[in-house]
């Protein structure tokens, strides 16, 4: 079972830009989807992103995209959030996360990261 452990969340201004990472180990990423969550205070964990297994799709939620990028590196056993423009809205704990399959309801994934805060001001 693949274990993941996300990273680079910080506290950032509107507009600026932030890169959050999620680093596997236990197993290869090669065999998952992987996705990206967040959740915000008094929120349910919302869909952010998806990228298929080598990278050849990717999916966003409305509310990012044109702002965010997911990237993957399966060599490395990595994957990344590229978040661009950011904004108040975004404030929010971020999850890696790890399906057999294409989803976007966080019930389909079975591994998650721990957590990274992500914290946008005004």
């Known amino acids: 079972q693949v274990q993941l452990a996300d990273s680079g969340g910080r506290l950032v201004q509107a507009g600026d830009s932030l890169r959050l990472s999620c680093a596997a180990s236990g197993g290869s990423i090669s065999r998952y989807v992987m996705a990206w969550f967040r959740q915000a205070p008094g929120k349910e964990r919302e869909f952010v992103t998806s990228?298929?297994?080598?990278?050849?799709?990717?999916y966003y939620a409305d509310s990012v995209k044109g702002r965010f990028t997911v990237l993957r590196d399966n060599a490395e056993n990595m994957v990344y959030l590229q978040m661009n423009n950011l904004q108040p809205d975004d404030t929010a704990i971020y999850y890696c996360a790890a399906a057999g399959g294409l989803y976007q309801e966080a019930r389909h994934f079975g591994t998650w990261g721990q957590g990274t805060q992500v914290t946008v001001s005004s």
């Open positions: 990228i298929t297994y080598t990278g050849g799709r990717k």
